[in-house]
């Protein structure tokens, strides 16, 4: 049973910083790509950040390149993303998620996790 279990996010104000993590079970979590996905209200849920196992190579949105770090603890199957220097737009639901799907892919997701970004 496949279980993704976000955590981590909140309100913060713009040019603060949050760290999520991503809790998982029930698939080989080093055979996979993690990532990270987010939607804002009324948009399409889009991929924030990737990375590839061993760990070590990642990619990342264009919006968030420079400002956001994933990494990842094999030894605890947990993903997390690092989000420094948040602006309002950063406001969205986030999720993870295993493999290199594009988002209308993946049939099971986890709740998500709120973050907030707000004077």
């Known amino acids: 049973q496949v279980q993704l279990v976000e955590s981590g996010g909140g309100k913060v104000q713009p040019g603060g910083s949050l760290t999520l993590s991503c809790a998982t079970s029930?698939?080989?979590?080093?055979?996979?790509?993690m990532s990270w996905f987010r939607q804002a209200p009324g948009k399409e849920r889009e991929l924030v950040a990737r990375?590839?196992?061993?760990?070590?190579?990642?990619f990342y949105a264009d919006s968030v390149k420079g400002r956001f770090t994933i990494s990842s603890d094999n030894a605890k199957n947990t993903v997390y993303l690092q989000m420094n220097s948040l602006k309002p737009e950063d406001t969205a639901l986030y999720y993870c998620?295993?493999?290199?799907?594009?988002?209308?892919?993946?049939?099971?997701w986890g709740q998500g996790t709120q973050v907030t970004v707000s004077s």
């Open positions: 029930g698939f080989r979590f080093n055979s996979y790509a």
């Open positions: 998620n295993y493999g290199i799907q594009s988002p209308r892919a993946y049939r099971y």
């Open positions: 990375i590839f196992p061993p760990g070590t190579t990642t």
